[in-house]
């Protein structure tokens, strides 16, 4: 016992605080913009880092705009007559907006005369921490879900009707406080409050799933994937691209990241590039709803062996 305390501590801290310390572009996509004479010297610049920028070239600024908007870069290098413009989005990632400014801003031909927010985030939380924030009680929320329906409702499709009740209601309740109350989201409520839902239904599907399979020791297993390794593995603070590899990419298919991309998208982008972290979420909830039937059909079969047994 002596020994697992520290163990427990030094896992815990390396799952949340490696990610975090180690925070550098991978390989993020940006765009260059401009004629082909005037990027070549933005395109050598940002190679001299290395693997740090996938650069992604585009006719004119306007292109380069739509590439932002469907949230297919991050950010864009726009070379004109006038000079080099830099185009970011703070709502897909204030980090990454900040990142930009300071890899373009490092003199050379690459150096912006001006700086474009074109996505903005919520002038009420310019910084995102309010919506990060919002991730870990929807997994909380979901854990919950997924135990407590268990305990008050036998196995079957009430189970499953009561988990998605309680999901509705979850994201409801969520995007009144984070969109109505503390409005530092914007966009479509029905789709956001789905979104918050989506990723409830998941995370209790997940839970309900490994109860089903495994009893209580399905509570743990469904904790340390969703809580130790979803949520610090998310992005959702930063981005998925800043993180080491492959715990960026790996993150994107557990609900956390999934589902934060998806709000992401929803409340600053029109839902754009949402499809296939909604697929992950989908599919986790899912599969934890085909788990609880698994093992619904399972203890039925147990039944009549455990009645007919001889005393």
Do not use: C
Not at 51 to 77: K, L, P
Not at 153 to 167: E, K, T
Not at 208 to 237: C, F, Q, R, T
Not at 262 to 279: I, Y
């Amino acid at each position: 016992m002596i020994l697992l305390v520290p163990a427990v501590v030094a896992l815990v801290l390396t799952l949340f605080a490696w990610p975090q310390a180690r925070l550098e572009p991978r390989d993020l996509p940006i765009a260059v913009a401009g004629p082909p004479r005037a990027t070549a010297a933005i395109e050598r610049q940002l190679a001299q880092r290395g693997d740090a920028f996938e650069v992604r070239r585009y006719g004119d600024q306007s292109a380069a705009r739509a590439a932002i908007d469907d949230r297919d870069v991050y950010g864009a290098i726009v070379a004109s007559p006038a000079g080099v413009t830099l185009l970011t989005a703070s709502a897909a990632s204030p980090s990454v907006a900040q990142l930009l400014r300071q890899a373009a801003g490092g003199g050379g031909e690459a150096a912006p005369k001006r700086v474009i927010d074109v996505v903005p985030a919520d002038p009420d939380d310019p910084r995102g921490g309010a919506m990060n924030a919002s991730v870990l009680p929807l997994l909380i929320a979901g854990i919950v879900s997924g135990v407590l329906v268990g305990l008050v409702i036998p196995r079957g499709l009430g189970q499953i009707g009561a988990r998605v009740g309680a999901s509705v209601l979850a994201g409801l309740a969520g995007v009144a406080i984070i969109q109505g109350w503390l409005e530092v989201i914007g966009g479509s409520w029905a789709s956001n409050a789905g979104v918050l839902g989506l990723t409830v239904l998941g995370v209790a599907s997940v839970v309900a799933g490994l109860v089903a399979l495994l009893g209580p020791p399905g509570i743990g297993v469904a904790a340390v994937l969703m809580v130790l390794l979803g949520n610090p593995w998310s992005g959702i603070s930063s981005a998925p691209e800043l993180l080491p590899r492959p715990i960026g990419d790996i993150g994107q298919l557990l609900p956390p990241g999934a589902g934060g991309n998806v709000l992401r998208s929803t409340a600053f982008f029109d839902g754009a590039g949402s499809g296939e972290h909604l697929l992950v979420l989908v599919v986790w909830a899912l599969l934890g709803l085909a788990a609880v039937g698994v093992g619904a059909l399972r203890s039925a079969r147990a039944v009549p062996a455990n009645t007919g047994a001889s005393p």
